[in-house]
Every structure is written in structure tokens, then in C-alpha cells.
């Protein structure tokens, strides 16, 4: 029989329905009837029918007719939101984030899954979690680890021993022996104190990831945790079923202990929880919507789920995936205005790069020459302006190689310490079942990535900072030797003017940004805990400033596309003017002002997806792996005499 779960006010209710050709006003009407049973004074409510109400579908907030059928509008265990005329709607409902959320009410779980043992899932898997991509499933081996070092706390509790985390308190506590018949309370109460995190939700995708990044870290086999409850936490996230995390609340050490503790709060059936049929809901009723039920805690299995550094390597993952990705189309938007401003190839003579053999340099190098090559991608605009009296490039574009260079190299760097990170035990205690012992560490201390992800924010902010010097150069008439800011009828036009403020306004912001939060500590828990990492805030603050990135990239490549215009009938090399094609397809040249929030969204849209990447990388592939002589073509920013004689031409020539 359907059923449909209603909020009214503070509650909850669930209303079967035989007949789904009743009404939305029959449904909240009902919803009404179970609403008043639980109140002694009715909740103030009259008559059930002369109660005036809206209703609304909790996910995506669509308010619905009162004469439509249930059918019409409504699938088996959706839930909904009754607002009472008078009242005001619940702010229990909390929207995502605008344009973040992409898992909505018609995502379709995937069929493909992704197998986990704890030691082999990369940065690039957990963003696809995160996405929605895949399911997860456990590996034999996985399962078998698991088994074993739950049989090991078993007996230790079996056999009334006194093991920090599993028969004490935490912490300070860590003393304090708890009694067998409270050791299920005792964790059950470390996760509801310890959710004390405030801020924002973080967002249905960065709760997949981290949650399967939890689940990564249990399937171990070095936490504890039962075969039954891992399980319940897979089924959780196949489902879709996440908790409200807020966003702010960890030290980084011991791990991200409020953030963990909300993800299993909701586990748990209690606090609030999201799935793409329910929206925001109590969690008990989400879980029960997709057949779920709450996960009860055996000893240990709060503290191994909530110690660790999940929330920071998760964030991070995303962070430095991104990162890489707008490094890579750095380098095509940074050729495209070059070639704009009608720059020189020889500053990438790889004879230069040789001499200074960083692999970030060699590699930004190597891309603007497959890109920019004249010999092998003929380019009309490089043509005309081949003998002209321009000694040298300005810094932004001839130190490209040397700037995005060693943003690339600590872009593979910080990837290294989080995909390690990523298949790590952070927890404490560690159970090890083949010595038969547990042992007290300090592997939940989140220094590693949150030192790696300060490095990370420091590089990839240098592709901004340079991004938004090339963007002066092209709206500055006397150095770009184009129109003012980009546009015709300057005056009438201001064209490219705010867009370079809003760019010079981001870049500044992540000046204050790049401030490294791992170099603070502030001591906590009675100094217990007297030394921690800020990891949190270095993971969130490095996923800002990346966006921050993406979008100075977004603005760059905008003007680049449109100064291409005043060059017409001009070309630039195959490979840039397949990326002018596919900024065109999304934006069209800046005849005249318009709105153009809209056009730097649609750009960035391009680089979150990676098109500009796409289009260009079989041009940058195909020449990096074919054999194709390296072109150096005659300028004046190069000087070189004839070679010098053979000695027999000099015999002869005396």
C-alpha cells in the first residue's frame, strides 16, 4: 500500500493510502487527523476541515494543488510538507547549495560498482562516489578482516579487560572504566555529544564521498567494527541516505570528530538526513522510507566511527582532482591569449626547459608548443606578426611554463599524500587481530593533508594570479593593441571592465585565503588533546580558492574568445580555434553590453566539466607521442649568427 510521509510544524507523520485518486486536500487533510491524536489540546487546531493549509514536496520545494490527484503528483514514500495558514514554512527543509547538488529527485542509483579493501581506491574513484557514479560493495578479503578484529574486541569485552575507547570513557575520561551493561550507551552517547559541528550542510555529493571514504577506512579491517554494521552503513549509501554534516566544527585531531559524529548520527535514525526522494527529513523516516533501518552500536563502533581524517581527505580529494584539472586548461587558455596578443613560441624551445629540468616546467612547456607549434598548426595570426619589432613577451606569458610549472608538481605532490590518505587506518585505537592486542595511537592526527592541502592552495592560486595580469593585458588597449576592454563603441560599451574587477576581487580574496590554517594549533579536550592539525579548514578554504581559480580561468578564456574577434578573418592553430568553437556554443561575442554573469558561469561550466581539456587533449596527445620535429621559427626575440665555417671551407676560403 503507498504511504506518505508529512511534516506538520515539528512532526512527522505517516499516512497510508488505499486510493491514490484522492486528493493532495484528502492527504493533508488525513495527515491532519494523526497530527491532532498527538496533541492534548488537538495543537490548537479546530476543525480538520476548516483548517486552511498549503502543501509542498519536501524535495525541491514544489508546491503542490490541493485538487490534484495523489497519483498525478506523488510516488510511493515521498514525503511532504503541510504549512497551516498562519504558521510559517519549516526552515527544517535546508536547500542545497545552488548548483552544487547534481544528485536530485530523478537520479538513478547506478548499476556499476566500485569493490572496496581499504587499500586501493584513488582520489579520482572517490569523486565519482561522490557524484553518483557507483555503488559500493565490499571485497572477500575486506569482509574477512573485518570479521577477524571484531572477534578480537568480542573477546575483550567477553573477557572484562580495560581497553581505552572499548570498556572507558574518552579523551580525558580515558581512565574512567565503564561497565559492561553501559558500553553500548557509552558509544551511543560519544556520537550524540560529539555533533556539535554548526554551519552549513555539506552537499549530498560530499557526503557520498565522505561516507564511502569512512567505509574505505573500516573495510580495513583495523577498526572494529562489525560485518552488520559496515553493511548498514554500504546499504546507507547506495540508497542514497546521507546525514547532515555541518560543515564547520573539527581541529583535525583526534580526526574530524564533530563532522564523523553527524555522518553517524543519522545512521543511528536520529538528527536530520537527505535522499533524492525524501529531500531533508528526520533521519528514522528516511531510512524507513528506502527500507532501511537504524544502525545500533556494539562496543568500539561509535569511536571507530567517528575517529579519523575522512572530512579533510575527503574535501580534499575534491580539491586537488579540480585542481589538477583547471592546471591542465590553464595552460590552453594561457596559449589562446598569447596568441591573442600576438606572442612569441620561442620562450618554450624545449633547449630552455632542458637547462631547468622541473617536470611540471617540461610538461606546461611541451603543451604550449603542441598547442602554439606553427610547423605542425599553422597559425594565420603568429604568421602576421612574425617580423614584427617586439624584442620579448611580458613575464605572464613567457613564465608561463616556470609559474604553472610548479603548480602542476605540487598539484601530483599533494595527490600522493591525499590517494595515501585515502587508504589509511586513522582511527584509535587500531585493533590488531593477527598480535591479538589493540594499540593506542596517533594516526587520526590530520597533519599530512592538512600541511598538503595549505602547499595545494599556495600553487594553484598562482594560476589565478597570473590569469588576472593576462586579462589586464587584453582590456588594456596599449598593451593588447585591441579595442578597450574588449568591445566596440568604448563609452556607449564598457565591455571586459568589471569583468577583470571581478577577477582582481577574487584573486585578493584568495591572497587571504592562501594563509596556511596548519600552521595554528589550539589545545583542547583538558590538553588531551594539545596539538592539532586545522585540517578542516585548510581542506574547506583550498576547495574555495580552487573555485576561485576556476572562475579568473572562466573570465580569461571569455576575453581571449572575444579579442579573437578583432583579428578576424585570422586563425589561430587548429587546436585553439576548436576551443573558441566550443566557447561559442555556450556564449557569443560581446557585440554590445549585455548580462554577463550568465556567460562567466557558462564558461565555468566548461572548465568544471573539463571540455576545454577534451577538445584540446588529442591535439596535445597526438603530438607528444607521434615523432614531429620541434618548429623554431625566425623572430627578433631570438638572435643567432650562421654557424661558424667547417675548417675545410676555411682552406678553401684563403
Not at 491524536?37 to 483548517?51: A, F, L, M, Q
Not at 582520489?123 to 553518483?132: I, K, Q, Y
Request: hydrophobic share 40%.
Amino acid at each position: 500500500m503507498p504511504r506518505f510521509t508529512v511534516h506538520i510544524r515539528d512532526e512527522w507523520v505517516a499516512v497510508a493510502c488505499r486510493d491514490t485518486s484522492n486528493t493532495i486536500r484528502w492527504l493533508g487533510q488525513e495527515a491532519l487527523k494523526r497530527y491532532m491524536k498527538n496533541k492534548p489540546d488537538n495543537g490548537g487546531i479546530g476543525s480538520v476541515r476548516e483548517t486552511r493549509f498549503i502543501v509542498r514536496r519536501c524535495q525541491g520545494l514544489g508546491f503542490l494543488d490541493a485538487d490534484d490527484t495523489i497519483d498525478d503528483v506523488l510516488e510511493d514514500n515521498d514525503f511532504v510538507e503541510l504549512a497551516i495558514e498562519g504558521d510559517t514554512m519549516s526552515s527544517d527543509f535546508i536547500p542545497c547549495e545552488p548548483g552544487v547538488s547534481n544528485i536530485t529527485a530523478a537520479y538513478k542509483e547506478p548499476a556499476a560498482y566500485i569493490s572496496l579493501d581499504g587499500n586501493s581506491l584513488t582520489s579520482t574513484d572517490l569523486v565519482n562516489l561522490g557524484r553518483g557514479l557507483y555503488k559500493i560493495k565490499l571485497t572477500s578479503e575486506a569482509e574477512r578482516k573485518v570479521v577477524q578484529s571484531r572477534e578480537l574486541l568480542d573477546t575483550i569485552v567477553k573477557e572484562n579487560k580495560v581497553v581505552y575507547g572499548i570498556t572507558t570513557g574518552f579523551g580525558n575520561f580515558a581512565r574512567t572504566v565503564i561497565p559492561v551493561s553501559k558500553l553500548k550507551e557509552l558509544q551511543e552517547n560519544l556520537v550524540r555529544s560529539h555533533s556539535a559541528g554548526l554551519g552549513n550542510p555539506l552537499s549530498p555529493e560530499r557526503t557520498r564521498m565522505l561516507l564511502a571514504l569512512r567505509i574505505n577506512v573500516l573495510a580495513k579491517g583495523y577498526s572494529g567494527i562489525s560485518l552488520e554494521t559496515l553493511e548498514a552503513m554500504i546499504q546507507a549509501f547506495n540508497a542514497s541516505c546521507l546525514s547532515f554534516v555541518p560543515e564547520k566544527g573539527t581541529v583535525g585531531a583526534s580526526g574530524d570528530l564533530a563532522p564523523l559524529s553527524h555522518l553517524a548520527l543519522g545512521l543511528m535514525g536520529e538528527g536530520k538526513m537527505w535522499s533524492p526522494k525524501s529531500g531533508w527529513a528526520d533521519a528514522k523516516y528516511v531510512l524507513e522510507a528506502h527500507g532501511l533501518k537504524p544502525i545500533s552500536l556494539k562496543p568500539k563502533e561509535g569511536i571507530a566511527l567517528i575517529n579519523g581524517t575522512q572530512m579533510i581527505t575527503s574535501l580534499g580529494a575534491e580539491a586537488v582532482e579540480r585542481a589538477q584539472a583547471i592546471a591542465q586548461q590553464a595552460d590552453i587558455v594561457a596559449a589562446l591569449t598569447l596568441e591573442v596578443l600576438k606572442g612569441t613560441t620561442k620562450a618554450f624551445d624545449s633547449d630552455i626547459h632542458s637547462l631547468r629540468p622541473h617536470p611540471g616546467q617540461t610538461e606546461v612547456a611541451l603543451r604550449f608548443r603542441s598547442l602554439l607549434d606553427s610547423d605542425h598548426h599553422p597559425s594565420e595570426i603568429a604568421a602576421s606578426h612574425r617580423f614584427c619589432e617586439r624584442v620579448q613577451d611580458a613575464y605572464t606569458m613567457r613564465c608561463c611554463p616556470q609559474v604553472h610549472g610548479i603548480a602542476n608538481d605540487t598539484i601530483k605532490f599533494v595527490q600522493d599524500i591525499i590517494n595515501t590518505e585515502i587508504n589509511s587506518a586513522t582511527d584509535n585505537p587500531m585493533v590488531f587481530a593477527e598480535r591479538g592486542e589493540t594499540i593506542s595511537g596517533g594516526n587520526f592526527h590530520g597533519e599530512y593533508p592538512a600541511k598538503a592541502l595549505d602547499f595545494l592552495s599556495i600553487a594553484v592560486h598562482e594560476l589565478a594570479s597570473i590569469s588576472e595580469r593576462r586579462i589586464e593585458r587584453l582590456c588594456n588597449p596599449s598593451l593588447s593593441e585591441l579595442p578597450a576592454f574588449l568591445v566596440n563603441e568604448g563609452g556607449l560599451n564598457s565591455g571586459f571592465m568589471i569583468a577583470h574587477c571581478t577577477a582582481a576581487s577574487l584573486v585578493s580574496e584568495n591572497k587571504v585565503l592562501c594563509h596556511p590554517s596548519s600552521v595554528d594549533s589550539l589545545s583542547t579536550s583538558a590538553a588531551t588533546e594539545d596539538h592539532v592539525s586545522m585540517g578542516g579548514w585548510a581542506a574547506r578554504k583550498a576547495l574555495r580558492i580552487v573555485e576561485h581559480v576556476e572562475q579568473v580561468l572562466a573570465i580569461e578564456l571569455l576575453a581571449a574568445c572575444q579579442g579573437i574577434e578583432f583579428l578576424r578573418p585570422l586563425r589561430t592553430t587548429t587546436p585553439l580555434e576548436k576551443v573558441y568553437d566550443l566557447v561559442r556554443t555556450v556564449v557569443k561575442p560581446w557585440i554590445k553590453d549585455r548580462f554577463m554573469s550568465p556567460d562567466i558561469e557558462a564558461v565555468h561550466r566548461l572548465l568544471l566539466d573539463q571540455k576545454v581539456w577534451n577538445v584540446a587533449q588529442p591535439y596535445i596527445e597526438k603530438y607528444q607521442t607521434e615523432y614531429i620535429p620541434e618548429s623554431r621559427p625566425v623572430s627578433p626575440t631570438a638572435f643567432s649568427l650562421d654557424p661558424p665555417a667547417s675548417p675545410r671551407k676555411r682552406v678553401r676560403h684563403e
